[in-house]
């Protein structure tokens, strides 16, 4: 797939269209972004439409793909490190931004995602100004942890925000084009290794089922 | 809105004379990640993978490059390999710049390895890599306008494909086995209980097919496609075929041209020039001291050109024409370069397609036996491997029929749908009734011309299993366009009007081995009977005197009263069960045949017209691999007894005679007049070696009684003999001649008059009776 064949009409904002861009600044979680591109980036990744969601299985892959359509500079199988702070979901900002994003398309749990990480974001607040008038705050902050670690597990797919660093570089690392070499795929056959990573064209896991006989009619 | 995935596919289909064979399909992926999920169903068939324009470029640009250096630098040589490796070398160094290129390359990849779904006339469809990788990179030589040179899609060539792969990774057998013959048994409903073993239980598959097909390029395919992507220092993968220069040409004329148009993505580095005299691929690049795989051809077609290899696959091409050496041999040498441990552990593939139409005498009678060895309802009980560890496969001719496939694929067997009519296929009937109305237009000439051409029509496009076996060894004179309609109207019968069911001949007491003999249904049964005499004249015996010459003295025994049957029993060789045992290959067991004739009864058939008699034809039909001779002869004995009928067997073996007369059953030997002498011989039944006689018997036979014999089985033996040094690979063909035989050469025909009439016994050992 292309940037151009990427059906950008189907998309709540045109990932690659300033204008569009710019409406979506007006939100207050967009304020924020300092990148076009990483707005670009949360379209495409993360709208329910995006062909990029459509086009690629595995999670991961949506990802990287997302972030070279919108412009991110991929060398050596690497990202700048904001970047790949970005993509596994280390960055408050985007991902506050990525919850609002989320958050049109009328999904309850997005929208609850989104209240926790403004509680969680008051209460921070509220602690490091002395403000903090709860009871248990300590208790609630662990308890707004543990709900926001279970939505964005819901919401974002597999546990990435634990282990999405070494998730994202084994895909890419899986995914280097010394493994399609004919060589390389014997090598990783004879030793039972899949030997095209996390590639799949159906989906992460998806593999056909071993053919059984059914009888003699 | 989508139709529903198929959930299994069928093989050994609508072929008269095969049990067929369902097995599962696997589950699609998501509906949207299906090739074609976004066209309108008349716009969803198979279309092949479209290069990028860079990678084509890129491929392109290396050469073009490396050439111009090759003409202007004396000391440099752009070499195949070299070109590979530096186009290799280009697209690793532009990762980004092709990176969506080798997402393309890792699809093609996976493609290959576990196959392709794509949307097919609105229906998810699966074919295997195998059948992917031929599809989209094994140039056939089709001329078709935009194929390229590469396969169409057949749906017929997906059954196979699948099919090959069920027996490549197979594991499966049947839980209930008869304990004799190893054949599977079914439940009530008809169904199989199926089992897992720890192991691979088949080494291939062994296919009679009609020309055009593409079976060979099928198989050297599937040959590249596992070797070229298999790491190991000590195997390699061998083309036999009927002549060294055959299997020569394949390499040359079908590996060749389809090596040198694979793409760099799928052509591993290589030993040797831009044309080697076989492939031989090399991980050298990446481990120095590894070998590598091999593609190449065995310079002989004796049996010796592999032995001690170990193969990964094997292709046994045109086995049937096959002439200079045993192919069962040679397929047993070659078992054993396909597996470890006699046979325990599988790790090859062999594949044996043969044409039909091109078998010769030799080779096809081998053929046609290495076919039923490989009956997938016949298994080890430990092993779970068939007698030849290799699968049966059929197509018949209609299915995949030029002129009848539409844009899906599928054949149009029967008549066109509107849809089908409105896609654009404009004949009114199907492939199917094309084949039949040209045999029957044949027929219906009736010059020696053109049932000369009904004959080899058939062997062309064969339908029936009988058909894939008509091997040519000129005219046996045998009518089998008599048989053809025959066997065409039972086979029009429903299930339950059958002219002849299969039954169990047992006795009513079991534990008195004299008791009478009754007749069970059973579709698994021994004997096939068209016709069961009314409940008082079964079982009609008495007991008397007769003379044992072997003992010198009067004995009693069992003689039937007024038999109005005549039986045959060609027996086998072996005769204990320690003997049985140490033949451990039920291949070399021979069967065992026997037959029941109804004489002619003249107060039913006055006229001397034989096609118009009622009451003369067979009754019942044997035809069973028994290990011990003696249940076969006690069988035998049941069968005269149940019918109060004859015996006049073959006695090249004369175990059959002796175990009546052992038996306590003399009375039951039919003996024949010598015609030099006029007396009665000294042996009951006759010898095969007048083989002319027997085979002439059977011959007069068809042309008088072939359009009203109600004996399938007989006549699909008559159908298949290719001439007459192959009886002993014909038992039922030998016993019914020997019943017909007896039935001229013993006593002569029942009346009603002579019924009356006493029974007298005499001649010097059993004669017949004489009325």
């Given at each position: 797939?292309?940037?151009?064949?990427?059906?950008?009409?189907?998309?709540?904002?045109?990932?690659?269209?300033?204008?569009?861009?710019?409406?979506?600044?007006?939100?207050?979680?967009?304020?924020?972004?300092?990148?076009?591109?990483?707005?670009?980036?949360?379209?495409?990744?993360?709208?329910?439409?995006?062909?990029?969601?459509?086009?690629?299985?595995?999670?991961?892959?949506?990802?990287?793909?997302?972030?070279?359509?919108?412009?991110?500079?991929?060398?050596?199988?690497?990202?700048?490190?904001?970047?790949?702070?970005?993509?596994?979901?280390?960055?408050?900002?985007?991902?506050?931004?990525?919850?609002?994003?989320?958050?049109?398309?009328?999904?309850?749990?997005?929208?609850?995602?989104?209240?926790?990480?403004?509680?969680?974001?008051?209460?921070?607040?509220?602690?490091?100004?002395?403000?903090?008038?709860?009871?248990?705050?300590?208790?609630?902050?662990?308890?707004?942890?543990?709900?926001?670690?279970?939505?964005?597990?819901?919401?974002?797919?597999?546990?990435?925000?634990?282990?999405?660093?070494?998730?994202?570089?084994?895909?890419?690392?899986?995914?280097?084009?010394?493994?399609?070499?004919?060589?390389?795929?014997?090598?990783?056959?004879?030793?039972?290794?899949?030997?095209?990573?996390?590639?799949?064209?159906?989906?992460?896991?998806?593999?056909?089922?071993?053919?059984?006989?059914?009888?003699?009619? | 809105?989508?139709?529903?995935?198929?959930?299994?596919?069928?093989?050994?289909?609508?072929?008269?004379?095969?049990?067929?064979?369902?097995?599962?399909?696997?589950?699609?992926?998501?509906?949207?990640?299906?090739?074609?999920?976004?066209?309108?169903?008349?716009?969803?068939?198979?279309?092949?993978?479209?290069?990028?324009?860079?990678?084509?470029?890129?491929?392109?640009?290396?050469?073009?490059?490396?050439?111009?250096?090759?003409?202007?630098?004396?000391?440099?040589?752009?070499?195949?390999?070299?070109?590979?490796?530096?186009?290799?070398?280009?697209?690793?160094?532009?990762?980004?710049?092709?990176?969506?290129?080798?997402?393309?390359?890792?699809?093609?990849?996976?493609?290959?390895?576990?196959?392709?779904?794509?949307?097919?006339?609105?229906?998810?469809?699966?074919?295997?890599?195998?059948?992917?990788?031929?599809?989209?990179?094994?140039?056939?030589?089709?001329?078709?306008?935009?194929?390229?040179?590469?396969?169409?899609?057949?749906?017929?060539?997906?059954?196979?494909?699948?099919?090959?792969?069920?027996?490549?990774?197979?594991?499966?057998?049947?839980?209930?086995?008869?304990?004799?013959?190893?054949?599977?048994?079914?439940?009530?409903?008809?169904?199989?209980?199926?089992?897992?073993?720890?192991?691979?239980?088949?080494?291939?598959?062994?296919?009679?097919?009609?020309?055009?097909?593409?079976?060979?390029?099928?198989?050297?395919?599937?040959?590249?496609?596992?070797?070229?992507?298999?790491?190991?220092?000590?195997?390699?993968?061998?083309?036999?075929?009927?002549?060294?220069?055959?299997?020569?040409?394949?390499?040359?004329?079908?590996?060749?041209?389809?090596?040198?148009?694979?793409?760099?993505?799928?052509?591993?580095?290589?030993?040797?020039?831009?044309?080697?005299?076989?492939?031989?691929?090399?991980?050298?690049?990446?481990?120095?001291?590894?070998?590598?795989?091999?593609?190449?051809?065995?310079?002989?077609?004796?049996?010796?050109?592999?032995?001690?290899?170990?193969?990964?696959?094997?292709?046994?091409?045109?086995?049937?024409?096959?002439?200079?050496?045993?192919?069962?041999?040679?397929?047993?040498?070659?078992?054993?370069?396909?597996?470890?441990?006699?046979?325990?552990?599988?790790?090859?593939?062999?594949?044996?397609?043969?044409?039909?139409?091109?078998?010769?005498?030799?080779?096809?009678?081998?053929?046609?036996?290495?076919?039923e060895m490989s009956n997938f309802y016949q298994r080890n009980s430990k092993t779970g491997q068939t007698q030849s560890m290799l699968f049966g496969l059929l197509f018949p001719a209609y299915d995949g029929l030029e002129g009848f496939v539409d844009k899906f694929g599928n054949t149009i067997i029967d008549v066109p749908t509107e849809e089908q009519k409105n896609n654009g296929f404009d004949r009114g009937y199907g492939a199917k009734e094309h084949i039949l109305s040209t045999s029957d237009?044949?027929?219906?000439?009736?010059?020696?011309?053109?049932?000369?051409?009904?004959?080899?029509?058939?062997?062309?496009?064969?339908?029936?299993?009988?058909?894939?076996?008509?091997?040519?060894?000129?005219?046996?004179?045998?009518?089998?366009?008599?048989?053809?309609?025959?066997?065409?109207?039972?086979?029009?019968?429903?299930?339950?009007?059958?002219?002849?069911?299969?039954?169990?001949?047992?006795?009513?007491?079991?534990?008195?081995?004299?008791?009478?003999?009754?007749?069970?249904?059973?579709?698994?049964?021994?004997?096939?009977?068209?016709?069961?005499?009314?409940?008082?004249?079964?079982?009609?015996?008495?007991?008397?005197?007769?003379?044992?010459?072997?003992?010198?003295?009067?004995?009693?025994?069992?003689?039937?009263?007024?038999?109005?049957?005549?039986?045959?029993?060609?027996?086998?060789?072996?005769?204990?069960?320690?003997?049985?045992?140490?033949?451990?290959?039920?291949?070399?067991?021979?069967?065992?045949?026997?037959?029941?004739?109804?004489?002619?009864?003249?107060?039913?058939?006055?006229?001397?017209?034989?096609?118009?008699?009622?009451?003369?034809?067979?009754?019942?039909?044997?035809?069973?691999?028994?290990?011990?001779?003696?249940?076969?002869?006690?069988?035998?004995?049941?069968?005269?007894?149940?019918?109060?009928?004859?015996?006049?067997?073959?006695?090249?073996?004369?175990?059959?005679?002796?175990?009546?007369?052992?038996?306590?059953?003399?009375?039951?030997?039919?003996?024949?007049?010598?015609?030099?002498?006029?007396?009665?011989?000294?042996?009951?039944?006759?010898?095969?070696?007048?083989?002319?006689?027997?085979?002439?018997?059977?011959?007069?036979?068809?042309?008088?009684?072939?359009?009203?014999?109600?004996?399938?089985?007989?006549?699909?033996?008559?159908?298949?003999?290719?001439?007459?040094?192959?009886?002993?690979?014909?038992?039922?063909?030998?016993?019914?001649?020997?019943?017909?035989?007896?039935?001229?050469?013993?006593?002569?025909?029942?009346?009603?008059?002579?019924?009356?009439?006493?029974?007298?016994?005499?001649?010097?050992?059993?004669?017949?009776?004489?009325?």
């Amino acid at each position: 797939m292309t940037k151009n064949e990427i059906n950008v009409s189907s998309l709540l904002y045109n990932p690659f269209d300033k204008e569009s861009l710019k409406k979506l600044k007006e939100y207050d979680e967009f304020k924020t972004i300092p990148d076009d591109k990483i707005i670009s980036y949360i379209i495409l990744a993360y709208d329910l439409k995006s062909d990029v969601r459509k086009e690629y299985p595995s999670r991961n892959q949506q990802k990287v793909e997302a972030a070279k359509f919108a412009g991110f500079k991929f060398t050596s199988n690497q990202f700048d490190k904001t970047v790949e702070e970005i993509l596994i979901g280390e960055d408050y900002d985007v991902n506050m931004a990525i919850v609002k994003y989320l958050s049109f398309f009328g999904k309850p749990e997005l929208m609850t995602l989104e209240f926790l990480y403004n509680k969680q974001f008051l209460l921070l607040y509220n602690q490091n100004k002395g403000l903090d008038d709860e009871k248990d705050s300590h208790k609630t902050m662990m308890l707004l942890k543990d709900n926001i670690n279970t939505l964005t597990e819901v919401i974002f797919g597999g546990s990435e925000t634990i282990t999405a660093r070494t998730a994202l570089y084994d895909y890419i690392q899986k995914n280097s084009t010394i493994s399609v070499r004919p060589e390389n795929i014997a090598d990783k056959l004879s030793n039972d290794e899949p030997p095209l990573g996390d590639s799949n064209p159906y989906g992460e896991g998806y593999m056909p089922d071993k053919m059984k006989y059914l009888g003699g009619k | 809105m989508a139709a529903e995935y198929d959930k299994s596919f069928i093989v050994n289909d609508g072929v008269k004379g095969i049990t067929p064979i369902r097995i599962s399909l696997p589950k699609p992926p998501k509906y949207y990640l299906i090739a074609g999920h976004k066209l309108e169903p008349e716009d969803q068939y198979f279309k092949r993978e479209v290069m990028p324009e860079k990678l084509k470029s890129l491929e392109k640009d290396v050469r073009d490059k490396l050439r111009q250096k090759d003409r202007e630098q004396r000391d440099f040589r752009a070499t195949g390999q070299l070109i590979e490796d530096e186009t290799w070398r280009e697209l690793e160094s532009n990762e980004e710049y092709y990176a969506k290129e080798i997402e393309w390359i890792k699809k093609q990849w996976w493609h290959r390895l576990y196959g392709y779904w794509f949307f097919n006339n609105g229906k998810p469809t699966y074919i295997d890599g195998w059948h992917w990788f031929y599809l989209n990179y094994w140039p056939i030589g089709n001329e078709r306008k935009g194929s390229h040179g590469l396969p169409d899609y057949r749906d017929r060539d997906r059954k196979q494909f699948l099919f090959f792969r069920y027996s490549f990774t197979t594991c499966e057998t049947f839980k209930n086995l008869d304990t004799e013959t190893g054949f599977a048994i079914a439940d009530e409903n008809g169904d199989y209980e199926i089992i897992e073993l720890p192991f691979r239980v088949c080494g291939g598959v062994i296919q009679p097919k009609n020309r055009r097909g593409g079976n060979t390029h099928q198989g050297l395919c599937i040959q590249y496609e596992v070797t070229s992507r298999t790491k190991s220092t000590d195997k390699m993968s061998g083309i036999q075929s009927y002549t060294k220069d055959n299997a020569l040409e394949h390499y040359n004329m079908k590996v060749m041209p389809a090596w040198e148009c694979m793409p760099f993505f799928f052509k591993p580095q290589w030993e040797g020039d831009t044309r080697p005299s076989e492939l031989s691929f090399t991980h050298r690049k990446f481990e120095p001291t590894l070998g590598g795989t091999k593609l190449t051809y065995a310079n002989t077609a004796e049996a010796t050109a592999f032995d001690g290899s170990k193969q990964l696959i094997n292709l046994s091409d045109e086995e049937g024409k096959t002439l200079e050496t045993d192919i069962i041999y040679r397929w047993n040498v070659n078992k054993n370069t396909i597996s470890t441990g006699d046979g325990s552990t599988i790790f090859g593939w062999s594949y044996h397609p043969s044409t039909v139409a091109d078998m010769n005498e030799r080779g096809g009678m081998q053929y046609k036996r290495l076919f039923e060895m490989s009956n997938f309802y016949q298994r080890n009980s430990k092993t779970g491997q068939t007698q030849s560890m290799l699968f049966g496969l059929l197509f018949p001719a209609y299915d995949g029929l030029e002129g009848f496939v539409d844009k899906f694929g599928n054949t149009i067997i029967d008549v066109p749908t509107e849809e089908q009519k409105n896609n654009g296929f404009d004949r009114g009937y199907g492939a199917k009734e094309h084949i039949l109305s040209t045999s029957d237009f044949l027929l219906k000439q009736n010059t020696p011309e053109s049932l000369k051409s009904y004959r080899e029509h058939r062997q062309l496009y064969p339908i029936d299993l009988t058909d894939f076996f008509l091997i040519d060894s000129g005219d046996t004179g045998i009518n089998i366009q008599i048989i053809d309609k025959r066997l065409g109207e039972i086979d029009a019968l429903p299930r339950n009007q059958k002219p002849s069911e299969m039954f169990d001949l047992k006795r009513i007491d079991p534990s008195n081995k004299d008791s009478d003999v009754i007749h069970i249904p059973n579709p698994e049964g021994r004997f096939k009977i068209s016709f069961v005499p009314h409940s008082d004249q079964r079982n009609k015996r008495v007991q008397q005197q007769v003379f044992d010459r072997q003992k010198n003295a009067y004995k009693m025994a069992y003689s039937p009263i007024m038999p109005k049957f005549i039986s045959c029993g060609d027996p086998f060789q072996f005769n204990t069960k320690t003997q049985a045992e140490l033949r451990r290959d039920r291949s070399r067991w021979s069967n065992g045949g026997g037959a029941t004739l109804r004489r002619r009864d003249m107060s039913i058939d006055t006229t001397d017209v034989i096609s118009d008699w009622k009451s003369y034809g067979f009754v019942c039909t044997y035809n069973n691999r028994i290990a011990i001779l003696d249940e076969y002869c006690e069988d035998m004995i049941m069968m005269c007894q149940f019918f109060g009928s004859l015996m006049y067997p073959e006695t090249n073996v004369p175990r059959l005679y002796e175990y009546f007369l052992e038996r306590g059953y003399g009375g039951y030997l039919a003996y024949g007049i010598d015609p030099l002498t006029g007396k009665i011989k000294d042996k009951p039944g006759f010898f095969t070696r007048d083989k002319q006689k027997l085979f002439q018997a059977n011959k007069d036979y068809i042309d008088k009684r072939g359009h009203v014999e109600n004996h399938d089985d007989y006549l699909m033996e008559c159908k298949q003999i290719p001439g007459i040094e192959y009886l002993t690979d014909f038992d039922l063909f030998v016993a019914c001649g020997g019943c017909i035989m007896g039935d001229q050469e013993t006593t002569a025909p029942i009346t009603q008059k002579e019924v009356n009439k006493r029974v007298v016994l005499s001649g010097q050992l059993f004669a017949p009776y004489r009325y």
